[in-house]
């Protein structure tokens, strides 16, 4: 498979695991996993430039990707995070570092320092390790990020709940506009 159907695949995957499962025959368990048949039989029946997928473009996909945003085990898949569906995917929590980071838009940074930092269309608020990537996850949606920083230890103190993920992302619950500030 080249490399341009790779993305398009992972895209699909991606759609599959973390947003409809339904609309390709998926049913996932409380922590978003699937049988890798019944992900490779459900991208099949989802459209013919799939028929050919096979375990190892899976694993290729995953191997390839830096932002590790799938897992394989015991002949199961998942998303790790970013999920939208409506029944919420079970973390495990963890205390957090001392600070975490979120980019987003100018506008967005604005709402979240007067209210607060909420999921929106996912399950959890997405944080990064350091503002390096946060700055690199704030790209996708603007030129010029705002860097907002989470006093997480903190929040976490006051009873908000987070997860650590692969790669420097972390998790959490909506955190109150009290345990941000911008940098």
């Known amino acids: 498979m080249s490399k341009i159907t790779?993305?398009?695949?992972?895209?699909?995957?991606?759609?599959?695991?973390r947003h409809a499962p339904e609309r390709y025959g998926l049913i996932l368990d409380e922590k978003g996993w699937v049988s890798i048949n019944k992900l490779l039989e459900g991208l099949k029946n989802h459209s013919r430039m799939f028929k050919n997928v096979s375990i190892h473009d899976l694993e290729e996909i995953i191997k390839e990707s830096p932002k590790k945003r799938f897992e394989i085990k015991n002949g199961k898949i998942r998303a790790i995070y970013g999920h939208s569906v409506r029944y919420r995917i079970e973390q495990q929590p963890k205390t957090?570092?001392?600070?975490?980071?979120?980019?987003?838009?100018?506008?967005?940074?604005?709402?979240?320092?007067?209210?607060?930092l909420k999921p929106m269309g996912r399950q959890y608020v997405h944080?990064?390790?350091d503002v390096e990537s946060a700055y690199t996850v704030g790209r996708r949606r603007t030129k010029n990020p705002t860097i907002l920083k989470v006093f997480a230890q903190e929040s976490y103190k006051a009873?908000?709940?987070?997860?650590?993920?692969?790669?420097?992302?972390?998790?959490?619950?909506?955190?109150?506009?009290?345990?941000i500030e911008k940098l």
């Open 6 to 17: 790779y993305v398009n695949l992972s895209k699909t995957i991606a759609h599959a695991l």
């Open 127 to 129: 944080l990064s390790i």
């Open 96 to 116: 957090p570092p001392k600070f975490l980071y979120h980019g987003t838009t100018p506008k967005a940074a604005e709402n979240i320092l007067r209210m607060a």
């Open 159 to 179: 009873g908000i709940k987070f997860y650590e993920e692969n790669d420097g992302i972390w998790l959490s619950d909506a955190i109150p506009a009290e345990f």
